[in-house]
């Protein structure tokens, strides 16, 4: 299917993850059986871009790895419908919504859990589109274990799995 990411990036080294996104964005939708082409735009910043942009979206002073910014209310697990989203007429896309990436804070997390940058921009990517399906992990259960298995299922598929 042909699914449009648009790229956009504040900061220098953003270049190596662009082919990448562009790979793991359209599994993530397959994965989740979402039938028809969606765009979701993403923004490669750095923790005080991130930082200022949670502080203006969500009133959080403090930097984040990614954001997630859902165009629908979706039902997680569930693929969504026509009925439920809008496709733009110029372009027959459905705009599923906006991911915010650190790749400051993607580095370093990447060098923390030991599988580097590449796994680590891949792991929030998909975070993110789970998001923008409906995903959540506000309880510490049920619904973040549904949103950690996809994740793992889904990084699996892509031959991404923890080191």
Known sequence: MDHEILMETEVDGAQPYAGLLRRVIPAVL???GVPFPCEVDVLFTDDGGIRQINLEQ???????????????????????????????????LVPLGDM???LERARAQGEEYGHGPQRE?????????????????????????????????ILARLGLERA
Do not use: C, N, W
Request: charged share 25%; net charge negative; aromatic share 6%.
């Open 30 to 32: 397959e994965a989740e």
């Open 121 to 153: 921009v891949a792991y929030l990517a998909v975070h993110s589109v789970l998001h923008l399906l409906g995903y959540d992990h506000l309880d510490e259960g049920p619904m973040k274990a549904q949103m950690r298995a996809r994740e793992e299922a």
């Open 100 to 102: 915010v990436i650190s």
């Open 58 to 92: 969500r009133g959080i002073d403090a930097p984040t790895d990614v954001l997630s910014f859902p165009m629908f209310q979706l039902t997680p697990g569930v693929p969504p419908t026509r009925d439920e989203v809008e496709a733009d007429p110029g372009t027959g």
